[in-house]
């Protein structure tokens, strides 16, 4: 993978909004680039189709668009060691809840309740006890078979790998449920998962659960946890959701980026990746950050491949 020297990380963080596209049949770059100067006075330096055409390499990976999009702040290191996940509609391309409703035929009313909850427009523990409240009398069996048929986001792997490959420490926090989130993690190989669990009873879910996930703000505690646990300080997590319950995280790491997300959450993040592509989220990295186990790059060195 390439390295983009800190330089051009400077700049890419002076914009308000950048979306480059790249055709995958041709290599051909557009652009469009709105400079952070339109609102904060700053100086916009930034070589858009010299770097896209340099470090989006559409052909051999399938990166199709990528939308840098509010920059509030610049982060203060370019070393993070902790990257850490959503799963639902982030890690995995589904809402697993929505999912467990349709098999239990209240779909309608589950999806209006999420959508409420990851827009931020309801208060997420009422709207998770709402939801699983109404998943009461489906069987395990049938919720086992329904979390079988959830692929992941496209790019995930591939993600994973990347940072895994760089020496960075992985970890899944999701106020989603152990049935699915096991499997991504045996998946993904992911270093760190915190998950809520369904009860069950002679079979059937009851309509109840456990976990450490179920509240908000949930996630600011459990990343406190494992803050803890691993060593590795708030400035030097790297956070990536979609929803509501995610902006809690966003305002304690030292880098965020909203994927695929409402703009209620967009607004809250570094970056905006607004393609259901994972792969989308390596350019960024690359772009802020010399991931552990990376030597920063040199001036001498900007254009090597890793």
Known sequence: MPVIHQNYCDSMCQLISVFVNISKSDGTVSEQVKPFAAQRGDTLYYESISLARQYYPTKQTGYDSVNFSHYNKKPENNTFKLFVFDMDSTLIDAEVIDELAKAAGVEEKVSRITEAAMSGEMDYTESFQMRVSSLKGLSYDKALAETGKIQLMPGAAELIQYIHENGGKTAMLTCGFSIMADKVKEQLGLDYVYSNDLVVKDGYLTGEATGPLMVTNAKEVVLGELVKKTGIPFEECLVV???ANDICLFEKA???????AKPRVQE???????????????????????????????????????
């Open 241 to 243: 959701g979609d929803g």
């Open 254 to 260: 030292g880098f965020s980026i909203a994927f695929n």
């Open 268 to 306: 809250k993040a570094h970056a905006v990746v607004s393609k259901k592509d994972l792969r989308s989220v390596i350019p960024i990295l690359e772009s802020v950050t010399a991931p552990t186990g990376m030597s920063a790059p040199s001036e001498s060195n900007s254009n090597a491949e890793n």
